[in-house]
């Protein structure tokens, strides 16, 4: 499956395609974790020890040179709109050791300069993202931020869910109903949300009445072992069986196309 997971900062975008992941990876499917977030906080989030420094593909410059034939940060050259991109996840994805059949890519920051997203660096993310989305044969998890950037119109439509995160709060709804917008502008008519950080009855029920118009995957309560795994520097999903047992609900519902 290939999914891309979008909301506001903070309700808990990276903790569940942290756990999406492990859950899919547990199923014995191979899966490539992609963080597309600028706030890069996956690899933490799956467990990675911190010291492990993952280059973020946006830092590659001389593989975005030898493929783009720019250099980033120069402007005003001309670069190949379509560079090779085939290769790149087995030569950049690292393995997680801990858990078998996930990998992790890292895009990074591509820094906004005036003349909007046509630098070498994005034209390489961009390509290399619609070549997972269209070629990629193993189950894709895209953790990306409030926007839907890396998504152009060719690509959309291949994912099988744009996965929105909402938590008990408007503006996080208010991102989620923006999102679904930006999805239907790029014809992506798949859109579905996971509630998180439920604390009681009216938490969701608030969600279940702000969010009518969009499936719901699940609800996932809040969980101090969850907060607490993050000060701790270990995996949430190793923390908060409430976590899992609620993600191995979404991943079924997604797998057997339920919603
Ligand atoms: N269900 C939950 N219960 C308690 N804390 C949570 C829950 N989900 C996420 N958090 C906490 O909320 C913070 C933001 O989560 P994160 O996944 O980084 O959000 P995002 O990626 O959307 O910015 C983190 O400190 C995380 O531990
Ligand atoms: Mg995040």
């Known amino acids: 499956m290939k999914l891309a997971v979008s909301g506001k900062g903070g309700v808990g975008k990276t903790t569940l395609v942290a756990a999406m992941a492990a859950e899919l990876a547990a199923r014995g499917r191979r899966v490539l974790a992609i963080d597309a977030d600028p706030a890069a906080g996956l690899a933490p989030t ?95 998890i895209m953790d990306m931020e409030a926007g839907i950037e890396h998504l152009g119109r060719a690509t959309a439509g291949a994912v099988d869910r744009l996965v929105v995160v909402v938590e008990p709060g408007r503006r996080s709804v208010e991102t989620a109903f923006r999102i679904r917008e930006l999805a239907a502008d790029i014809t992506l008519v798949k859109v579905a949300a996971v509630a998180n950080k439920i604390r009681d009855e009216e938490d969701r029920r608030f969600l279940e009445k702000a969010m009518e118009k969009i499936p719901m995957l699940g609800y996932i309560p809040y969980d101090d072992a969850v907060s607490r795994a993050d000060i701790r520097g270990i995996a949430p999903f190793f923390a908060s069986p409430v976590l899992c047992r609620e993600v191995a609900g979404i991943v079924d519902q997604i797998i057997n196309e339920k919603v």
């Open 46 to 140: 799956l467990g990675l020890a911190s010291d492990l420094r993952i280059v973020p593909i946006s830092e590659m410059h001389d593989l975005i040179e030898e493929r783009t034939g720019a250099r980033p940060g120069t402007s005003g050259g001309m670069f190949r709109m379509n560079p090779r991109v085939s290769d790149i996840p087995d030569t950049c994805a690292v393995s997680h050791p801990g858990i078998r059949g996930l990998r992790l890519m890292v895009m990074g920051t591509v820094k906004k300069g005036g003349g909007g997203c046509a630098c070498p660096e994005n034209v390489l993310l961009r390509a290399l993202v619609q070549h997972l989305v269209l070629f990629g044969d193993e189950d894709l």
